[in-house]
């Protein structure tokens, strides 16, 4: 994990394994990150693996989520020979999930936040992250702390979303906030929120004083960004953005990589997620997003982006 200086946020619903190869084609050093996996999902379907993956994804972290530290120890244990590197989602602000004391309702736990570690520590050989917020709200900060009981306890690294629960994804992630992380641990620290440009991962880094990045939505419709900043950080060139043309290039695989995995109809459904991330250069982009998100076959898909493509030429001229 020496030299990862870019991680792939892990995104429930988005970063599948179509999603992961499109930033794989291009980013090769890029830490990928599978959805979340619920711990007690797997001990339940008698580790069935819910999670597809593929061996061209390397490096690959599996991100668990649970509150029973001997599940998330069985649970990492199970993983330990697929992944690369394991991660613990200390940082998830739904309420389904943290009723269950999961996700970002740790932070208000760190002893048991510290015996999970433990115990998942005691049976893996890859290394383990954690992901976490800055702290429950405005009035709970306490990001500082928490990371040192971590590594007291035995990760490897973390991820920051430089956000409180309570914020949820509202207002802007505080990047400088992080800074106060220096000094206070040895492990590295990688700084998450708001990244969508090589532009941002520059100011988030200097900000930040982190060793790293994190990036989850800015990947979405633009999966290269991760080789562009990974291209800056060896060369110290930015390279051109890319094009409507480009974007539609991908996206039109990316729709059949999702029609490949699970059918015309659920796949076609699956990608309506995307097309505002996509097309969002567009003029008039969420009045075709609007048409999109109704259309169900794949052919149709692709006849409209087309269209949207050809005006978009016409238009540019
Ligand atoms: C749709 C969606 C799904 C997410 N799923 C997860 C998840 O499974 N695990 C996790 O740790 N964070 C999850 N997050 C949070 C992101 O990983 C990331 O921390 C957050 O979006 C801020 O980073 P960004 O601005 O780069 O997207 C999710 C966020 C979104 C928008």
Redesign the pocket.
């Known amino acids: 994990m020496k030299n990862i200086k870019i991680i792939q946020?892990?995104?429930?619903?988005?970063s599948d394994i179509v999603y992961r190869k499109l930033i794989r084609e291009k980013s090769k050093e890029t830490l990928l990150t599978t959805?979340?996996i619920s711990s007690e999902a797997l001990d339940k379907k008698k580790k069935t693996l819910i999670i597809e993956y593929d061996k061209c994804e390397y490096p690959l972290s599996f991100?668990l989520s649970g509150h029973k530290p001997h599940i998330m120890a069985q649970a990492a244990k199970f993983l330990n020979e697929r992944a690369s590197c394991i991660d613990i989602?200390f940082?998830?602000p739904v309420n389904k999930v943290v009723k269950g004391t999961d996700g970002a309702a740790m932070m208000r736990n760190p002893k048991l936040a510290s015996d999970i570690v433990k115990a998942i520590k005691d049976v893996i050989n890859v290394p383990l992250s954690a992901?976490f917020r800055l702290g429950w709200s405005l009035d709970e900060i306490n990001f500082v702390e928490f990371a040192k009981t971590l590594e007291e306890a035995g990760v490897d690294f973390i991820t920051i979303?430089a956000r409180t629960r309570s914020q949820m994804?509202s207002g802007s992630?505080d990047w400088e906030k992080l800074a106060q992380l220096k000094g206070e641990i040895k492990i590295p620290y990688f700084a998450?929120?708001?990244?969508k440009s090589v532009q941002d991962a520059i100011n988030c880094l200097i900000m930040s004083g982190a060793q790293g990045i994190?990036?989850?939505?800015?990947l979405m419709g633009n999966p290269y960004l991760a080789w562009h900043i990974e291209h800056y950080f060896k060369t110290g060139q930015i390279l051109e953005e890319l094009t409507l043309e480009e974007k539609i290039e991908i996206l039109k695989r990316h729709i059949e990589g999702e029609v490949q995995l699970r059918g015309e109809k659920n796949g076609i459904k699956f990608m309506r997620k995307f097309y505002n991330f996509y097309i969002s250069s567009v003029r008039d982009a969420s009045k075709y997003r609007q048409v999109l998100v109704r259309i169900e076959t794949k052919e149709e898909v692709l006849r409209v982006l087309d269209e949207i493509l050809s005006l978009h030429l016409a238009n540019s001229r």
């Open positions: 946020a892990p995104l429930a619903g988005i959805e979340m991100q989602n940082g998830c992901k979303h994804y992630a998450n929120g708001d990244i994190s990036i989850g939505r800015g």
